[in-house]
Structure formats: structure tokens, C-alpha cells
């Protein structure tokens, strides 16, 4: 089981006059059970101390107010003490140093102090301030609680999620409706706190009565149907007995129609299968037409070409053997033509050449005869296979499908 929490007391006091006195409180009431702090030891260098010291003095459950002559004149020590009463926390003013009665904070003055000045023993007064601050006890631990919730709550927005629930909210309502003095009054966030997570909570029970409400209705209401089904069908039993023969009869005849027209689907099935083949065969052989055409054309350029070469050689030729009467009769005597003696040639190396050009001259007509004997050879066994798949389309369709289609003639040479 966990222990009970110590009462958290922050201790306000000025350094210039307070601070070994604030360090010999400290370790007092850590030994009595408490858990003391203050800003000496609780306070980074360089933090905000306003926004530092007001979370200490909020976490706090009470605040005791350290009283000598530079508290009583110290603004930070003032600015800690109406925060203290802003957030309604339990001030327990202790005397170190006497001063003026008319010097110290008028929100002190209304209260008892516990003197540890001169002449009063240390121990005495720690003992007094023990038992003040064990006063009110779990009070004052539930005020410092509550009041951290609330101003989570109303710092990040006033959700609900942050509002309190079920057991929670019932102890603060009662821990609200139990506030004696001189415990601290809850503060105004307490109130409104609270009374939001009781506004809340109803909100949450009259929508959970309704849901409860409609599932009780609609249970009824599935009640009253099912009573009203039982007795309509005790008394339709015969009817639907007779009903199920007769639509059985007919779900028979039905099921032998629903297997013919599946039996004939599945043969339209078949036939535009076989039909989407052909097409596709048809539409290879168009392709290979449209390639030898191609092939054919080019082939065509090509000997268009190879025409224009030779041409153009043979008038080279004309020109280099144009010759003078004496060279012509010279050449029937096969005599070699002094143009061409000039340039370094022999008799036979001039005949060998003569030879040669006829020979190539025949090798290139027989290949271009060859070509175009095969190139048309391929074009009408193209042209046959097409014919013959579009007259199976034809028969496979049966009149109906292909009726109103456009079929893809094959490409003229």
C-alpha cells in the first residue's frame, strides 16, 4: 500500500536578511514529515521566476510567508504573497525578525503568527507551525489537487476530457459542499470547474438514458413483430404448403428453360470465340499483305535506283569510248582504243574488263527477274489465304454477326 504524499509548503522569505533562518526552516520541517521548498534551491539560474514561482506556489499546499524587515518591504515578496491569495492557498505568517506592526502586508495582519524572533524558542515554533499546518489536513492536500486540475483544464482550453468523472466528481462536489473556515475558500476555477464536470456528467447520463431508452423501444416494438410473424404463419402453414408444390412444378420447368438457354449461350460463346479468332488470323495476314508491299516497294526503288547507277555508268562509259572513225575501225578489228592504251592498259586487260562488265550486267537482270518472280509468287499466295479466312468469317458468323461489318480489303501491289 502507498504511503500518504507529505503536505507540500513553500517557504516566501527575502534573502537579504531571511536566508539562514529560511535554511534552518527548511530542514525543521523536513524532519516533522513535510515536504518544504523554496526558491533558493527550486529556481534555475536564468528562468523565468514570476512564471517559475507561481507553479512552486501553485503545487504548494500552503505558503508560509517568512516575516522580517526586508520581506515586509520586498516587491517580490508581496508579488508572492497576492499570488498565494489569488490562488486562495492557506498562509501561515512566522515572525524571524520583529518588525512594525503597521509594516507588515495588510493581508497578514488578520492573521495569527508563530514567532521564532528573539525570545522565542525555535523549537517551540516549529512545534506550532507543525500543528498548524497538519489543521485541515486532506482539505487542504484536496484544495492544491483540485486546483491543479482546474487550471490544466482551463489552460489547454477547457476540454472535456479533462473534466473529472463518476467517483471523482462526486468526492469534489463533496469535498466543495464541506468548506469550513479558516480552511482556504475555493477559488473561482474551482467552482467552475466542478460545476463544468457536473454539467458534463448530466449531459453524459440523459444521453445514455435515451440510447437505453430507444434499445428498450426497439426491442418492444421487435417483440410485437415477431409475435404478429409466428401467428401469420400458423395460420398461412396449409396455404404455403400448397404454394410451395405449385412453385415447385414451376421452378422445375424453370430450372430445365434456365438449361437450355445456358446450353445455347454457351454455344453463342463458342462461335464468337472461334469468330474473334478469325478476325485476329485475317487481321495477321493483312499485316504480312501491307509488309510485302512494303518489301515490294522498296524493292522497286532500290531497281529504280540500281537502273539510274548503271545508266549513269554506261554513259561514263559512252564518253571515255567515244572514238574517231580510225578508232572505230581500229575496234572492229578488236584493236584497243589509243584513250584507253594512253591510260597504261594492255589488249587483254582490256578484254578482261569488257567481260567482266557483261557478266555483271547479266547477274543484275537475272536477280531482279528472280525478285520480282518471288515478291508476286508471295503477294497472290498472301492474297489467296486472305480470301479463303474471309469466306470462313463469313460462314462461321451465319449471316447475323457479320452482317453491317466492314471487312479490311487486302492491300493492291
Known amino acids: 500500500m502507498s504511503e500518504t504524499p507529505a503536505l507540500r509548503v513553500f517557504?516566501?522569505?527575502?534573502?537579504?536578511?531571511?536566508?539562514?533562518?529560511?535554511?534552518?526552516?527548511?530542514?525543521?520541517?523536513?524532519?516533522?514529515?513535510?515536504?518544504?521548498?523554496?526558491?533558493?534551491?527550486?529556481?534555475?539560474?536564468?528562468?523565468?521566476?514570476?512564471?517559475?514561482?507561481?507553479?512552486?506556489?501553485?503545487?504548494?499546499?500552503?505558503?508560509?510567508?517568512?516575516?522580517?524587515?526586508?520581506?515586509?518591504?520586498?516587491?517580490?515578496?508581496?508579488?508572492?504573497?497576492?499570488?498565494?491569495?489569488e490562488l486562495s492557498k492557506r498562509i501561515i505568517p512566522v515572525v524571524a525578525l520583529s518588525v512594525n506592526e503597521q509594516e507588515a502586508p495588510q493581508s497578514l495582519k488578520r492573521r495569527n503568527y508563530i514567532f521564532f524572533s528573539e525570545g522565542h524558542s525555535f523549537a517551540r515554533g516549529l512545534?506550532?507551525?507543525?500543528?498548524?499546518?497538519?489543521?485541515?489536513?486532506?482539505?487542504?492536500?484536496?484544495?492544491?489537487?483540485?486546483?491543479?486540475?482546474?487550471?490544466?483544464?482551463?489552460?489547454?482550453?477547457?476540454?472535456?476530457?479533462?473534466?473529472?468523472?463518476?467517483?471523482?466528481?462526486?468526492?469534489?462536489?463533496?469535498?466543495?459542499?464541506?468548506?469550513?473556515?479558516?480552511?482556504?475558500?475555493?477559488?473561482?476555477?474551482?467552482?467552475?470547474?466542478?460545476?463544468?464536470?457536473?454539467?458534463?456528467e448530466a449531459g453524459r447520463f440523459a444521453e445514455e438514458r435515451a440510447r437505453l431508452e430507444a434499445i428498450a423501444l426497439a426491442q418492444e416494438e421487435r417483440e410485437l413483430l415477431l409475435r404478429r410473424v409466428r401467428m401469420g404463419a400458423q395460420v398461412s402453414a396449409g396455404a404455403t404448403l400448397l404454394l410451395l408444390a405449385a412453385v415447385g412444378v414451376g421452378a422445375w420447368q424453370v430450372v430445365q428453360a434456365n438449361s437450355r438457354v445456358s446450353s445455347a449461350e454457351g454455344r453463342v460463346l463458342l462461335t464468337e470465340r472461334e469468330l474473334e479468332d478469325a478476325r485476329a488470323e485475317l487481321s495477321d495476314i493483312v499485316s504480312q499483305l501491307t509488309l510485302a508491299q512494303t518489301t515490294l516497294d522498296s524493292n522497286a526503288r532500290i531497281r529504280s535506283e540500281r537502273q539510274a547507277s548503271a545508266t549513269r555508268q554506261l554513259e561514263d562509259v559512252q564518253r571515255r569510248l567515244e572514238r574517231t572513225p580510225e578508232q572505230r575501225s581500229s575496234a572492229g578489228s578488236g584493236a584497243l582504243p589509243p584513250s584507253i592504251r594512253s591510260a597504261g592498259?594492255?589488249?587483254?586487260?582490256?578484254?578482261?574488263?569488257?567481260?567482266?562488265?557483261?557478266?555483271?550486267?547479266?547477274?543484275?537482270?537475272?536477280?531482279?527477274?528472280?525478285?520480282?518472280?518471288?515478291?508476286?509468287?508471295?503477294?497472290?499466295?498472301?492474297?489467296?489465304?486472305?480470301?479463303?479466312?474471309?469466306?470462313?468469317?463469313?460462314?462461321a458468323a451465319g449471316g447475323s454477326e457479320g452482317e453491317g461489318q466492314d471487312v479490311p480489303a487486302p492491300p493492291r501491289p
Open 127 to 200: 512545534g506550532e507551525l507543525a500543528k498548524a499546518l497538519r489543521t485541515d489536513l486532506q482539505w487542504v492536500r484536496e484544495h492544491t489537487r483540485l486546483g491543479e486540475l482546474a487550471i490544466r483544464w482551463h489552460y489547454r482550453g477547457r476540454l472535456e476530457p479533462l473534466l473529472l468523472r463518476g467517483s471523482e466528481l462526486d468526492a469534489a462536489k463533496e469535498w466543495l459542499a464541506g468548506w469550513q473556515a479558516p480552511a482556504p475558500e475555493p477559488t473561482e476555477l474551482h467552482r467552475a470547474f466542478i460545476g463544468e464536470s457536473e454539467v458534463q
Open 11 to 85: 517557504i516566501s522569505y527575502a534573502r537579504r536578511d531571511c536566508t539562514e533562518f529560511a535554511e534552518e526552516l527548511l530542514a525543521g520541517l523536513d524532519v516533522a514529515g513535510f515536504d518544504p521548498f523554496l526558491d533558493k534551491h527550486d529556481i534555475a539560474a536564468g528562468e523565468d521566476w514570476e512564471a517559475r514561482l507561481g507553479g512552486l506556489i501553485s503545487a504548494a499546499d500552503t505558503v508560509v510567508f517568512v516575516i522580517s524587515p526586508a520581506s515586509v518591504a520586498s516587491e517580490r515578496c508581496a508579488w508572492e504573497v497576492a499570488k498565494a491569495e
Open 345 to 395: 592498259v594492255t589488249q587483254s586487260q582490256w578484254e578482261t574488263l569488257q567481260a567482266e562488265a557483261r557478266r555483271a550486267k547479266a547477274r543484275e537482270a537475272a536477280l531482279q527477274a528472280a525478285s520480282e518472280h518471288v515478291l508476286q509468287t508471295e503477294l497472290e499466295r498472301s492474297r489467296d489465304e486472305y480470301l479463303r479466312l474471309l469466306r470462313e468469317q463469313e460462314g
